[in-house]
């Protein structure tokens, strides 16, 4: 970037920023998302104005008036990416470019003004800069959330004039309580997460939010994730509540859903697509039934299953619920392609592996 492009943030340091010490006891045992840096970017836009006001500052609260629009009206992205510790101390991160890309896929989804990539990968990298001494060491990881919502003060149903993108971090252990183990999933014959037409391929808080009951429900039956079925049918596995599935088969193809609009299009699904198709698997991006899930599952042709996202990366489906029944994939613990795969994603993340596709963006 050149200086002309930098000059653009004002950067304020936390006169509370926490002290070294007392950090590293807080990054012992960080979890996910429960635990935050010391700072935050923000950048303003107004209709005629533009992206303004430009900072890197304490992380505050933010007052708003309450007919802020977003609190009315739902208009609001967001993206997930990680930082990452190099094992020669540099930090990077993971494909960052497809997370601005998305977010202005977003943005143009909810009629929100699109951030330039420059100043959305500027925006990002100043911040993983003034916090990087929070980067938890080992195999954890810092987690970035950028965001834009609707700040303009206003009752009616119209795109809002005024929005505040942010970005926020908070260091990241483990997504799933206990690791990498196999999760437990419960599949939703009540709710579905997105329908043709509407903002399933979007990356706003909408569709999490419609996602907690179906999420509830799988808790209660002692499940870790809920999965989701079309909304047409009530028949087409789609995806989990924040991330995408696989199918590993014992001919070693691997099948996904496919994207139609009402799935994510998510950045880790896309690179496991590439490694697998590189290591020789056929990968299939088809439509594939709950009910042909439980019968591969019973015959043993569907020999794995994972989901993956940002947050988990890749973690193995074991156990499937649902009313009808369960039933385990595999032997209920994983399996090879899976492991391999993870193993491969996250070297590659981290800089022990080759990155022939020159995916990792050192700061």
Sequence with gaps: MDVEQKSRFTVTPSSKAVAADARAVLLEDPGFGRLFTDHMVTIRYTEGQGWHSHSVGPREPFQLDPACAVLHYAQEIFEGM???RLADGSVAMFRPEENARRFAESAERMAMPAIPEDMFLEAVEQLVKIDA?????????????????ASEAFLGVRPSNEYIFCVIASPAGAYFKGGKKAVTLWVSEHYTRAARGGTGAAKCGGNYAASLVAQKEAIKHGCDQVVFLDAAENKWVEELGGM????????????TPPLTGTILPGITRNSIISLARA????????????????ADAASGKLREAFACGTAAVVTAIGTVKSTDGDFTVGNGDGGLVTESLRAELTGIQRGSVADP???VRTL
């Design 133 to 149: 001494d929070w980067i938890p060491s080992g195999e954890g990881s810092l987690y970035l959330r950028p965001f834009l919502f």
């Design 244 to 255: 995408n599935v696989f199918f590993v088969m014992d001919d070693g193809s691997i099948v």
């Design 82 to 84: 990680k930082a990452y």
């Design 357 to 359: 596709a020159g995916w």
């Design 279 to 294: 290591k020789g698997h056929e990968v299939r991006e088809e439509p594939y039934s709950f009910a042909q899930w439980r």
